[in-house]
């Protein structure tokens, strides 16, 4: 993302914490200028509207999530970084999801395909299966695609069912299936 201004990064930030803590929908430009402490017409000066901000916001979540993520893999051999994503993810979720995945929730709130927020979301999820398919095929194994799938299922699965508290450490659960999947996918 391009560097902003003062106003423009108080905006965002305000924005993010907002949106993802209360939904998009439920949050008015008129809030996020007050909390930001800009005007209205500020916010439409460095935004354009509120969907543009929302897709910011989106695609500065997912920077952030990629940055963390590949980080903490790579710490990892080749042959583990797969199931290490789901050791990232669990202080992920613990650190900044606590209402689960920011993605399905905006995607929940933004059904209009032609929302600008959108295609980020189909980024972000498409961009961490090519990741996983990346990581299964260092890790050597047979097939793949099939297993980046399995992977990305639980990945997402283990995020929702973070934020709605119905599974006990649905993050932990994921990795342990994971590494079933794993395990099965290298005989």
Same mark, same amino acid.
């Given at each position: 993302? +391009?560097?902003?201004? $003062? ?33 209205? =017409? ?7 509207? =509120? +969907? ?7 695609? +500065?979540?997912?920077?952030?999530? *990629? ?7 790579? =710490?990892? $051999? $080749? ?14 979720? *613990?650190? +900044?999801?606590? *209402? ?14 032609? !929302? &600008? ?8 999820? !498409? ?16 097939? $793949? ?24 450490? &649905? ?8 590494? *079933?999947?794993?395990? %099965?996918? %290298?005989?």
């Amino acid at each position: 993302m +391009e560097a902003l201004t $003062p106003a423009a990064r108080r905006v965002l930030d305000t924005a993010a914490e907002l949106f993802y803590g209360q939904g998009i929908n439920a949050v008015g430009v008129d809030l996020i200028a007050k909390r930001a402490g800009v005007t209205k =017409k500020t916010l439409y000066d460095r935004f354009g509207s =509120k +969907e543009t901000l929302v897709a910011a916001y989106l695609r +500065e979540r997912d920077e952030r999530w *990629r940055a963390w993520l590949t980080a903490e893999v790579e =710490k990892s $051999p $080749p042959a583990d970084r797969a199931l290490a994503t789901f050791d990232a993810l669990a202080e992920w979720v *613990r650190r +900044e999801n606590p *209402r689960g995945c920011g993605f399905v929730n905006a995607a929940a709130e933004l059904p209009d395909a032609g !929302h &600008p927020a959108r295609q980020v979301i189909a980024d972000q999820k !498409h961009w961490l299966r090519g990741y996983l398919w990346e990581l299964c095929e260092q890790a050597g194994v047979a097939a $793949p695609d099939e297993l980046a799938d399995e992977l990305l299922l639980l990945h997402e699965g283990a995020t929702v069912l973070n934020g709605l508290s119905v599974v006990t450490d &649905p993050v932990g659960i994921a990795r342990r299936l994971a590494q *079933r999947a794993l395990e %099965r996918a %290298r005989t």
